[in-house]
């Protein structure tokens, strides 16, 4: 039953990330990423299990100065870049605006949520 609800919290981060994808804003990429994290404009940020521990560790980093959220996408770049309904693998997402989505308030770690 554990492996049950992992994969139906799989399909929800999924399910959120493709309502953001339609009606709010993003960037991907750790470059972009962190450019949002250091002007203030990310509000959650999504790294997946394979990103490298360097780039992870910059990105925790500016999100921590930033107070931005941060969600480890349990799947790997590959199954990243999908799930936001793009062809090309993608290791960091950044979320500026959740549009109609419900993700940002969802994380545990994000903005406005109680930990």
Known sequence: MVKKGKKGGLESINSR????????KFTLGS???IKCLRSGKAKLIIICNNCPPIRKSEIEYYAMLSKTGVHHYTGNNVELGPACGKLPR???L??????DSDIIKA???????TA
């Open 90 to 92: 993608v290791s960091v």
């Open 94 to 99: 950044a979320i500026t605006d959740a549009g």
């Open 17 to 24: 990330l493709a309502l953001v994808m339609k009606s709010g």
């Open 31 to 33: 470059k972009t990423s």
């Open 107 to 113: 994380q545990p770690g994000a903005e406005g949520a």
